[in-house]
């Protein structure tokens, strides 16, 4: 069991990351288009928001 609140945060974001990545890779190969998956998009709005 990991008992520190910061590593359990760090998992799920790795996890994101990584349901992320699938989705990204497989997307083209279930579906004709190919669609950024939610946690790039988020990063878009996130970088948007710092540019401008």
Do not use: D
Not at 2 to 9: E, R, T, V, W
Not at 15 to 25: C, T, Y
Not at 35 to 45: T, W
Request: glycine share 10%; aromatic share 6%; proline share 4%.
């Amino acid at each position: 069991m990991i008992h520190s609140a910061k590593l359990k945060g760090m998992g799920a974001l790795i996890a994101l990351h990584g349901g992320n990545n699938l989705w990204e890779a497989t997307a083209p190969l279930l579906i004709e288009n190919q669609h950024i998956g939610p946690i790039r998009s988020i990063y878009h709005c996130f970088l948007n928001i710092l540019v401008n």
